[in-house]
């Protein structure tokens, strides 16, 4: 069977994968844009600040052409499933950017730097918003008017490619809540079977519990009041709750890493609020579930940050409800390498 090659942009990393369909290659890009970035191929790390375009760039620098290559797209409007990626597919993803303004555009560039770097291959259009299709409409439709709701304002749901990677590696642990933690961080209850029953990101991955640099919810109500008493902008506050929210927002440094490192308040307050907003988060989808049986930590924080992780599950009481708790590294790129080589080999 070919080479496949999965590129996952996250808010913060690139990650990509070459399998045949063994892994033959791992790259990684973390803090891409930073001054601090870095490099990893296979166990190989090196310093790296360049910008997106550059990450793919450099990701073909290490690769033989693939046939296929998959890309995650954070969202993919009401897709129940990955595509096969042409020009009409092009033009419907970037109408989807006002929903994703944080990954459209850099699934996008991916795209656009990976079709130059191999014009033979087929391109396929992973989407994080897929699993979640199948939420139940109670999940779905917000509390707004029917009219808005028929307007498409509804709960999409992130990091599906994430949760269907942790139940392709524990398919067997009952009915689970999945809290994904990484630049952007979610929560989704995912039934016995495989079904979401509820998750925390809802029409933009802006929403539900705060991440890196997003606020998460907030009172809709602060909306207006910045609009009207501080003379704010649309563009205005999608900056603010997109770039200057979550742990950035409240001690102007995004990365869990810096802040566990750091001894000051804000830093201090900083991952207070954030594993108050992981519990509260956990606990109010764990009660969507009818047996919970498992909470799962994926993503970069959920994976490394043992410290934050006894935070959270302290607030929570799992062994009187019998609940096990596992840490499922996310493998996003498997599970694109599965839907590309059904789709383009
Ligand atoms: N060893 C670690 N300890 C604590 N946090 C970590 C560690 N490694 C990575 N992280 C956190 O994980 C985040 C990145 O998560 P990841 O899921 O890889 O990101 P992305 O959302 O870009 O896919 C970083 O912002 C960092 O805060
Ligand atoms: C959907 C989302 O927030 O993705 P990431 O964690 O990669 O930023
Ligand atoms: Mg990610």
Request: glycine share 12%; charged share 25%; net charge negative.
């Given at each position: 069977m070919g080479l496949i090659l999965s590129l996952n942009p996250g808010s913060s990393s690139l990650k990509a994968a070459l399998r045949a369909p063994d892994?033959?290659?791992?790259?990684?890009?973390?803090?891409?844009?930073?001054?601090?970035?870095?490099?990893?191929?296979?166990?190989?790390?090196?310093?790296?600040?360049?910008?997106?375009?550059?990450?793919?760039?450099?990701?073909?620098?290490?690769?033989?052409?693939?046939?296929?290559?998959?890309?995650?797209?954070?969202?993919?409007?009401d897709r129940p499933g990955p595509a096969l990626w042409d020009d009409a597919l092009t033009h419907e993803l970037r109408a989807l950017v006002p929903l994703a303004p944080l990954h459209q555009p850099g699934s996008l560039e991916t795209y656009e730097h990976a079709r130059?770097?191999?014009?033979?291959?087929?391109?396929?259009?992973?989407?994080?918003?897929?699993?979640?299709?199948?939420?139940?409409?109670?999940?779905?439709?917000l509390p707004i008017p029917a009219d808005l709701a028929a307007l498409g304002v509804r709960r999409y749901g992130f990091h599906g490619l994430s949760v269907e990677s942790v139940l392709l590696r524990r398919p067997d642990l009952g009915d689970t809540v999945v809290?994904?933690?990484?630049?952007?961080?979610?929560?989704?209850?995912?039934?016995?079977?495989?079904?979401?029953r509820h998750t925390t990101m809802s029409f933009t991955p802006t929403g539900g519990m705060m991440s890196a640099t997003r606020s998460g919810d907030v009172d809709p109500a602060i909306l207006p009041y910045l609009i009207e008493?501080?003379?704010?902008?649309?563009?205005?506050?999608?900056?603010?709750?997109?770039?200057?929210?979550?742990?950035?927002?409240?001690?102007?440094?995004?990365?869990?890493?810096?802040?566990?490192?750091?001894?000051?308040?804000?830093?201090?307050?900083?991952l207070e609020v954030f594993v108050r907003s992981a519990a509260m988060a956990i606990a109010s989808c764990a009660t969507t579930l009818d047996d919970w049986r498992a909470l799962v930590f994926t993503g970069g924080i959920g994976e490394h940050a043992a410290g934050l992780r006894d935070r959270i599950?302290?607030?929570?009481?799992?062994?009187?409800?019998?609940?096990?708790?596992h840490v499922v590294e996310s493998d996003e790129e498997l599970v694109m390498d599965h839907q590309a080589r059904l789709l383009a080999t």
């Open positions: 892994l033959v290659r791992s790259v990684r890009v973390e803090r891409v844009g930073d001054p601090e970035g870095t490099l990893r191929v296979d166990g190989d790390t090196r310093p790296f600040s360049g910008d997106l375009g550059a990450a793919v760039d450099a990701v073909a620098g290490v690769c033989a052409a693939p046939e296929a290559v998959a890309i995650r797209v954070v969202h993919g409007g130059r770097a191999w014009p033979d291959a087929r391109f396929v259009a992973c989407f994080d918003t897929a699993f979640h299709q199948a939420l139940p409409e109670a999940s779905t439709r809290a994904h933690l990484g630049s952007g961080c979610s929560v989704t209850a995912v039934a016995a079977d495989h079904t979401p008493r501080h003379g704010m902008t649309a563009s205005g506050l999608r900056d603010l709750f997109d770039h200057h929210g979550g742990l950035a927002g409240i001690s102007g440094r995004h990365d869990v890493r810096d802040l566990l490192d750091a001894d000051d308040e804000a830093a201090r307050l900083a599950t302290c607030r929570l009481p799992l062994p009187r409800l019998g609940v096990a708790v």
